[in-house]
């Protein structure tokens, strides 16, 4: 009761605030522009400290990258504190002057504060020349120097830069990262843009709709649901700022849905699905504008309109199979439109971007359902489903978002089938749940475990426990079988190898766990030590290929409310209810973290490696209903929820418009 009783006083005072900001925002002389603004205090707070945060974002990325070093740096020219280093600036398909040259420098994850002189030659002619401190360096990040003149790409071979040590010793200085092979250093070239450009004039324009969207959550008690179609605007826009292939895996899964795309009925199953060659546009490539997966990459704006053009049919393998498994189901749909859009156009970028929204279309409809369905919970389901994470992979190629979306829908139908007053089950629910379920299994096998909740539908429904017990696993046991036998199906045609068991560097984590089963706590001790931090990034907006992160408030803030609607939702579920769930989740974690360990880590290895923040998506709704009080201890406005989903959606657009573009 002190918990509760504290919490209490905290919010009432929070409360307080908030009243005498809207008596002000509603009766003071700005109340005209007020009422654009959130209600609640806080929110003001914090969309204050967003916009600085935008502002600054703005500030570092206004201008044009030409050139960087597109691998990665595994050394580096050794600590600069007795020596100075001298490099030049000479790189090849640099076609463009630049007045900002970016080096990336190394401080050994530390604070450094060691002062340097930066100079920069033409020949033998100091052309610019700085002294910085290295306080406030990042670690492994590219630091910019905004120069007096611009360099002419044309006589890079004459221009040299110049690092010397001022004041640095053993334990305080830095170095800089280069390639192993060549020795390159680490730059990059930048143009300034004018304040006036393109990106500056999307960036009003989504201030002015995030503004349009905050009046109407304030004026008019619109429902979840609602909210979610006005937020399909910024999804939208994600949708296109999001460059292709730059969600992780997108590309592999593309081709799959080409592939599929591609089904010929004259041949086998495993024919068509396994590894085969696919009719694919020659400029295919051209739609990988943004060179994904390419350390440091610049995005070609010239390959955009490239990979608009027809390109000329031809035939080439991938390796893209999903030959003998379930998860094409994931495919499907978008599969067939692009077969019918394939019969007007062979465009790569309209093929791509097609296929993307079909995607999206699905992922929402069916989140949209879930929320409009449940009967509880409706807040914690929208916050899951606006995550910015989760849009990543609902506008993606990727599976994950299907699997988000159906686990929503899943556990939607089953809160309804729970908490409606039918005495009997609802066949149309039931149904749906079913083939959500057959979804979440086929596409990741570790999740279905969350099917126990049918478990926690009265008895009375089925007229007593005993079938109740028995039609959940038939209902259960059908599911998984048919999945099986699609698979089967899927395997027709193939042909059986013999499997030869590895040795040396090859030999199984599997194996290795069952001969020292205690190195288990170990291994987790030390993946919880060295990832924590990864895993809460890559939850809730660490995009692309790990190379553009919201800021840590927008991170934590967004975790604190997923965390906080823990005491706004109520759950009627048992305490025996709670426990088994409770476990049923921490299996559900275990077999993501054994099956990358056992898949995917080294042999051998000292913590489990490939695990990433999204995975844990699914289990935020879950999670919130176990710990849940019967009576929740606060209320919070839906407008309040909204606001907030509303401040994180604006920063995280802005984000991708600055990074990619």
């Known amino acids: 009761m002190k918990f509760k009783n504290i919490l209490s006083q905290i919010f009432n005072g929070l409360k307080k605030i908030s009243y005498q900001w809207q008596i002000y925002r509603d009766k003071s002389f700005a109340s005209s522009i007020l009422k654009f603004f959130p209600k609640n205090f806080l929110l003001v707070i914090f969309l204050i400290c967003s916009f600085i945060i935008i502002f600054n974002e703005y500030a570092a ?5 030409i050139y960087r070093n597109n691998h990665l740096y595994s050394s580096n020219v050794g600590a600069i504190y007795k020596e100075p280093i ?13 007045d900002i040259l970016s080096i990336k420098f190394a401080t050994y994850d530390r604070i450094n504060d ?9 020949k033998n002619n100091v052309v610019y020349e700085t002294n910085f401190n290295t306080k406030k360096f990042g670690d492994n990040e590219y630091e910019d120097f905004y120069l007096n003149d611009t360099i002419d790409s044309k006589r890079l071979k004459d221009y040299t830069v110049k690092i010397s040590p001022i004041k640095t010793d053993t334990s305080n200085n830095i170095t800089v990262l280069c390639n192993e092979e060549n020795g390159d250093i680490a730059v990059a070239y930048k143009v300034s843009k004018s304040p006036l450009n393109i990106s500056t004039f999307i960036i009003i324009g989504m201030i002015i709709l995030f503004f349009i969207l905050m009046k109407i959550v304030n004026e008019r008690k619109i429902i979840h649901e609602k909210f979610l179609i006005l937020a399909l605007i910024f999804i939208a826009f994600a949708t296109i700022l999001t460059p292709p292939y730059q969600v992780p895996d997108e590309r592999l899964h593309y081709l799959r849905t080409l592939q599929l795309s591609q089904y010929n009925f004259s041949k086998t199953p495993s024919e068509n699905l396994g590894s085969r060659e696919i009719i694919v546009p020659d400029n295919l490539d051209d739609v990988n504008y943004s060179r994904a997966e390419a350390t440091d990459a610049v995005t070609d704006v010239g390959l955009i309109g490239d990979s608009m ?8 393998r991938y390796n893209s199979s999903i030959g003998g498994s379930a998860v094409m189901v994931a495919y499907l749909l978008p599969s067939i439109i692009l077969r019918l859009v394939d019969c007007f156009t062979n465009s790569p970028l309209v093929l791509f971007y ?5 995607c999206l279309g699905i992922n929402f409809l069916l989140t949209y359902y ?6 509880k919970f409706k807040n914690t389901m929208l916050i899951v489903a606006l995550m910015p994470m989760s849009i990543q992979s609902m506008i993606s190629y990727s599976y994950d978002g299907l699997l988000n979306a159906c686990i929503l829908l899943f556990i939607a139908t089953c809160l309804k089938m729970i908490y409606d007053k039918e005495n009997k089950i609802n066949k149309r629910y039931l149904s749906i749940s079913v083939i959500m379920l057959f979804m979440i299994i086929s596409i990741k096998l570790p999740y279905a475990l969350l099917g126990v909740l049918y478990f926690f539908i009265p008895s009375y429904k089925f007229n007593n426990s005993v079938k109740k017990t028995a039609s959940i696993f038939i209902v259960l046991f059908a599911t998984y079988l048919s999945t099986l036998l699609l698979s089967k199906v899927m395997s027709i045609g193939a042909l059986t190898t013999s499997v030869v068991s590895n040795s040396g560097n090859e030999q199984s984590n599997f194996t290795y766990i069952l001969n020292n089963p205690l190195e288990i706590f170990s291994i987790a001790k030390n993946t919880f030590k060295e990832k924590i931090v990864f895993y809460i990034d890559s939850l809730v907006g660490y995009f692309g290929y790990f190379s553009i992160k919201m800021h840590t408030i927008f991170q934590y803030a967004y975790l604190i409310m997923a965390g906080g609607l823990i005491l706004t939702e109520e759950s009627n579920f048992k305490k025996k209810e709670r426990i088994f769930y409770f476990l049923i989740v921490l299996t559900v974690i275990a077999g993501i973290f054994g099956a990358l360990y056992f898949a995917w880590s080294g ?10 923040g999204r995975y844990f998506i699914p289990l935020i709704l879950p999670t919130v209903m176990i710990f849940s009080f019967r009576k929740k201890i606060l209320t919070i406005k839906n407008s309040t929820i909204f606001s907030f989903i509303d401040i994180i959606l604006l920063n995280y657009i802005i984000l991708l418009l600055v990074y990619n573009f």
């Open 61 to 65: 990325n206004n201008n044009s990258v």
């Open 86 to 98: 001298e490099f030049s600036l000479d790189r090849k398909n640099v076609d463009q002057d630049f």
């Open 114 to 122: 060691s002062d340097y002189t930066l100079s920069v030659m033409d």
């Open 309 to 316: 053009v027809e390109g000329r049919n031809i035939e080439k």
């Open 354 to 358: 097609t296929g993307r929204l079909v």
């Open 370 to 375: 879930a929320i409009k369905l449940t009967p």
């Open 603 to 612: 042999y051998q290895l000292s913590y489990v490696e490939g695990v990433q």
